[in-house]
Structure formats: structure tokens, C-alpha cells
């Protein structure tokens, strides 16, 4: 493997920013992820032929890439590629040489393609890159049927975001690159795609092909398939919850209302511009609550709370639809741009939908998740930072955080204030996306749209109403937002009072407690109590054991108060809840979930071999970017 010294370093960065000086391009809205050469040539459109093994457990096929020159005599094409099998690479019936360099961090392989010489920038041309992945892919998760509820058939899916589509397609990485795509899937059983379905095709042995179209660009990152023993149910005028058959009825129960979330968000910013919003529910090894691929959002089984307590991640898959999906962050240090927006939308959805009382809550909630991300880091660590340095190969895996999410909303929230209320900021919010409807952009854009929105509209005024927000603290400096954005607490109040009590109960009579403190919460209510005791000094045993005996919280199934309570067992070493967090932490792979508590378990007394030996025992089952992090978790492998 190629490494850079420490002696080099220094120089290797002064002369990559020497050269973007000379290219006249901006380093701050360069991706520092790729090792395409996007400033010289620019992908518009692939097409995906691929063959489903599920034997050998890879895809193979080729893809066909077209592109555009963006400068004159262009003789080489530079794509990402992370462990796939090259096999040839044409332009029209010529073969061409290539190259494939040694991984370099976590960017994976550089494929340097030698073309004949294209003299004029504007030229179109075309290349066929014939390949397939191998058993080291991170994008694509192959399951063994009895990996699947129902047992009986393999399946597999496809994670791309951030950097992982490069393990899937050799392409150009980035999300400064948006496309439109096509593919054609041979498969023996059905396949879901983040396009439309334009056709499927009967083959011999019980194959089909089936087609797909994606007329919108949109980046690399959210190109996705899935293939299982999948069956539709339609839940509303442009919606289709995709599952396996077991869980098709409480899937359809469970997403029933997802149209109400899709007209909110049209009402608040433009037209849906993507024709279908449907839903994948896929099995529990899903590492994310939702994935926001257009058409298709991915969500997690753990969603399936059986009383739609948890729905609310799909007002923030659809608010991606608009923010991260239409608009696009150019380069991941910008990535707040695609979650911090996209959680103030969903905050906006869920406020129109149930009240404002609602979204002061939810962002009550997020502040505490914010808050243990911090703590998690360390207040001055750089990856608190809302723009964070990712030079150097820094795999932007490793800042996956609430950070992007909760100070990015924190920083938008505070703006609106300033600027005058949702009167003001709303109409903004709709200009925002119909100036950057499908670019990509970058923090630096953002910034000056906002100015110059506000001037335009209304006036100078408005503008020193900006000037007085310290837009370099909150965007390039670390730790918690430097501003208090005193949310109100109605909701929350009778969550605090009472595990203000079970905090001064450590040593007195709790026969004031009773199964009736918590009758009248709310699921939401249950988890800020739960959140607020993590605060606190661990609990005495008794305490909790009484907890449980009144509140039941072990046998909830709602996943976000399990996390919760083992949260606060596992601070107290409460060692009867070890099994159930076994048990929680093997039976599905979100890593809002698994992470926490397997690092919690490694801490907790009598809990660390436990924790390694869990996680050896069920490698197999995580997906391959929440094993990789695990494993830095529990100081299997060591964290940059």
C-alpha cells in the first residue's frame, strides 16, 4: 500500500493546492474524496448491464459511461474504483490500456484509462468498462436465505453513501458529479432500483431482465439496487412499500400516512420531482434508518414498531428529496448542507403535521443527540466541526455523526430567528432549491445565496440582521453551537420532572413511583425521560430493577427506548440486561443503535470480552461499513 510520510505530507498539500490555484478552482469546493480527474472530464449519463450472481456472490457486467470534456486535449480518464475485478475497458471497438494503482487510504484504487487524445474541450465520447465486484465490496451486502425473515431465498442490497459506490461502479465518486442513469438487471429474482421501472424482460432458466430509468441527475452515491423474494403493496397515489412477504402487512400498516409527508413537503418547497416515492423495508442488517435513494428509500425493519411511533424517519427520507437528492453537497466536508437541511425540513413537516409544540420537541431531542457526539469527540475535536478538514485520504465514514445533522439544523434554526420567523426564512427556503435544483454546491454557495436572497428581497436591513451571526464559529469551529436556541420545553417538562425525581430517589422510599408516572407519554415523551437520566450519575441496581418492574421498558419493543434503557443499564454495569443487549444489537445492524451499545457493553463491568466475542461471533451479519466501524468501537482496529 502506498503511504505518504510524515515528512512529505507538508509538500504533498502545498503542491495539490498549488494546483488548484493554478486551475483557478476554489480548494474549499473541491471533494477531496475522489481521485477522478472531474476537472477535466465529466460524466453525464451510465448505463448499468449487470448479471446477478448470487453463487459467487458478486455482480458482473459492464457499465457504459458517457462523457464530456471540460478542457482541451484530454488524454486520460481517471475513475474511482474500491476492490473491483477489471476485466477490459473499450472505446467504441478499440480496447484501451489501463491502469490500476495500489489503494491509497480510504479512497480505494485509482483506474487511469489512456484515450486517444481528445483536442477540444465539449467532446462527447463513450466507454465500456467490462467488470464485476468481488467478496471485498463495501457497497453491496449479499444475505443467505436464512440471513432473511422468510428463509427461503438470498438477497442483497446496496449501500453507497458516502464513498462506497466506487465499490460497486468504477466511476466518478463524487457528489460534485450528478448523472442520470439506466440499467438492465438479469436476476432470478425480482429487483428494486433508486429509478423506474421501464420494462422487464423473460429469459431462459427462470431469469428475467429487468429495466430502469433515472431521467433526474443525481450523484453516485445514491445509484441502488436491491434483490430478494420482494413483493409491493400500494400505500398511496405515487407510493409502493417493497418487502419481503412475511412483513408486508404491518409494512403497509406502518407507512400508511406517507403521502401526508410528501404533499407537506411539496407545500413547503416545489413540486416532488421525482414521480414515485416508494418505500424498500429491507432486512434487519441495514445499517441506517433510511437511505433517501430517489424513488426508493431504503428504511430500516426497526421501524416496524407496530404503532407508528417511528415514522417520523421518513419525513426526513422525503425531506431529502429536496435537500441532498435535488440540491447536492459538492464535497462531503460540506455534507451538513445535505443533512442539516434536510432535518430542518423534516422538523418543518412534522410541525405543520402535529404542531409546533412537535418540532420544539423533536429538536429538543436532537440537541442531546448532538450533545453526545460532542462529548463522544471531544469538545475541541475536528470532527465536530461543521466543515471538517477531510484532506489527506480522511475517510468521511469516520465523521458520521449527528455533528452535520443537529448542528446544521441548530445553525439554520438560529438564522431564521435572526432573520425574522418562518414568514421571512420559508419563502427563502423554496428560492434555495429552485436556484440549486440538481447541482451540487458548496457551503461558500449556500452562504452567498442566503445574502443575496435577503438583500434582494428585503433590503440592506436584513443583511446587518446576518451580520451579527458568527458564521465562521458555527461553521469552522468545534464543539457545540455557540448559540443557546432556547427550544421550548412544554413536551418535555413532565420528562424532566420526572426523572428529576428518580434521580434524588437514589437512597429514599420509592413507593411514590408508579406505572401511572408515564401512562399519558407519548413514546416520543418515554425516550427524552430515558435521555435525561443519561445525564445523571449512573443509577443504583434497585433503582433500575424498580424502573423496569413499573415501567416495563425492557419488553418495549419501540428500538429507540430500547437504546434508551440498555443506554442507562449499561452506564450502571446493571448486568441483567446484558442478554437483552445481546439480543438487541444481534438482531439488526442500524448503527444508531448497534455502535452505542457495543461501546457502552465494552466499558461496562464484565462486559468488554463479551462485547469482542459478540461481535466476532456475528461478524458476518453487520454490513461491511458498520463492521468496520465497530471494530473501531471495540478497539479491534484502531481509530484514526
Not at 408508579?514 to 435521555?531: N, P, R
Amino acid at each position: 500500500m502506498f503511504r505518504v510520510s510524515s515528512f512529505i505530507l507538508p509538500f504533498f498539500f502545498l503542491s495539490t493546492l498549488l494546483y488548484l490555484y493554478q486551475m483557478c478552482i476554489p480548494a474549499s469546493t473541491i471533494d477531496l474524496s475522489t481521485q477522478a480527474n472531474i476537472d477535466q472530464v465529466k460524466t453525464t449519463h451510465l448505463h448499468l448491464n449487470w448479471n446477478v450472481d448470487f453463487d459467487a456472490q458478486v455482480l458482473e457486467g459492464n457499465v457504459v459511461l458517457d462523457l464530456v470534456t471540460l478542457v482541451d486535449n484530454v488524454q486520460k480518464v481517471v475513475l474511482d474504483t474500491s476492490y473491483l475485478n477489471i476485466k477490459s475497458i473499450s472505446f467504441g471497438e478499440n480496447k484501451l490500456k489501463y491502469h490500476l494503482a495500489e489503494r491509497y487510504a480510504s479512497l480505494g484504487s485509482a483506474l487511469t484509462i489512456e484515450v486517444p487524445v481528445v483536442e477540444k474541450s465539449g467532446t462527447k465520447f463513450q466507454l465500456t468498462i467490462d467488470y464485476s465486484t468481488t467478496d471485498k465490496c463495501t457497497a453491496v451486502q449479499f444475505l443467505t436465505p436464512e440471513q432473511t425473515l422468510g428463509g427461503k431465498h438470498p438477497y442483497l442490497f446496496s449501500q453507497s453513501e458516502p464513498i462506497h459506490g466506487r465499490a460497486m461502479i468504477p466511476c466518478q465518486d463524487s457528489p460534485s458529479v450528478k448523472v442520470t442513469y439506466s440499467a438492465s438487471v438479469k436476476s432470478t429474482l425480482p429487483v428494486v432500483m433508486s429509478a423506474l421501472q421501464t420494462g422487464i424482460d423473460d429469459e431462459k432458466n427462470g431469469f428475467k431482465t429487468y429495466h430502469f430509468s433515472q431521467k433526474t441527475t443525481i450523484p453516485s452515491y445514491l445509484i441502488a439496487i436491491a434483490v430478494g423474494n420482494l413483493v409491493g403493496r400500494e400505500i398511496g397515489p405515487r407510493s409502493t412499500v417493497w418487502c419481503e412477504p412475511e412483513m408486508i402487512e404491518q409494512a403497509a400498516w406502518e407507512f400508511a400516512d406517507t403521502e401526508s409527508f410528501v404533499a407537506t413537503g411539496e407545500a413547503l418547497l416545489t413540486p416532488y420531482e421525482w414521480g414515485r416515492y416508494d418505500l424498500l423495508v429491507l432486512p434487519p442488517s441495514f445499517p441506517y434508518g433510511g437511505m433517501e435513494n430517489p424513488c426508493l428509500t431504503f428504511v430500516t425493519p426497526t421501524l416496524l414498531a407496530g404503532d407508528r411511533s417511528a415514522v417520523n424517519v421518513i419525513a426526513h427520507e422525503i425531506s431529502h428529496s429536496w435537500m441532498g437528492n435535488l440540491v447536492t453537497t459538492n464535497a462531503w466536508k460540506h455534507y451538513w448542507l445535505n443533512e442539516g437541511w434536510t432535518v430542518f425540513i423534516e422538523r418543518k413537516i412534522l410541525g405543520r403535521l402535529q404542531g409546533e409544540a412537535t418540532r420544539q420537541f423533536e429538536a429538543l431531542s436532537g440537541l442531546k443527540s448532538l450533545q453526545e457526539s460532542v462529548d463522544l469527540f471531544g469538545a475541541d475535536s475536528l470532527k465536530t466541526v461543521l466543515n471538517p478538514d477531510l484532506r489527506g485520504g480522511a475517510d468521511p465514514d469516520d465523521f458520521f455523526s449527528k455533528v452535520p445533522y443537529e448542528k446544521g439544523f441548530n445553525f439554520l434554526y438560529h438564522i431564521e430567528k435572526v432573520v425574522g420567523g418562518p414568514s421571512i426564512f420559508e419563502p427563502y427556503m423554496k428560492a434555495y432549491v429552485e436556484r440549486f435544483a440538481s447541482t451540487s454546491i458548496s457551503t461558500e454557495d449556500w452562504k452567498d445565496f442566503l445574502f443575496e436572497y435577503m438583500e434582494k428581497t428585503h433590503g440592506q436591513s436584513m443583511v446587518d440582521k446576518l451580520n451579527t451571526i458568527d458564521f465562521d464559529t458555527w461553521i469552522n469551529k468545534p464543539g457545540m453551537p455557540p448559540v443557546d436556541p432556547k427550544f421550548d420545553t412544554t413536551l418535555a417538562d413532565a420528562c424532566y420532572d420526572l426523572a428529576k425525581r428518580w434521580d434524588q430517589a437514589r437512597d429514599g422510599d420509592l413507593s411514590s413511583f408508579s406505572k401511572d408516572d408515564i401512562a399519558d407519554f407519548s413514546a416520543g415523551q418515554k425516550i427524552v425521560f430515558l435521555e435525561r437520566l443519561t445525564d445523571c450519575e449512573p443509577l443504583p441496581h434497585a433503582l433500575i430493577s424498580k424502573m423496569d418492574e413499573l415501567y416495563d421498558f425492557t419488553r418495549n419493543h419501540n428500538a429507540d427506548l430500547r437504546l434508551r434503557w440498555q443506554q442507562i443499564c449499561l452506564m450502571a454495569s446493571y448486568e441483567p440486561i446484558y442478554p437483552e443487549v445481546v439480543k438487541f444489537i444481534t438482531e439488526q445492524g442500524r448503527m444508531k443503535f448497534v455502535r452505542p451499545l457495543y461501546r457502552l457493553l465494552h466499558q461496562a463491568k464484565n462486559g468488554a470480552q463479551l462485547a469482542v466475542n459478540t461481535y466476532l461471533e456475528h461478524k458476518s451479519f453487520y454490513h461491511p461499513i458498520a463492521a468496520q466501524l465497530i471494530e473501531k468501537d471495540i478497539g479491534l482496529v484502531k481509530s484514526v
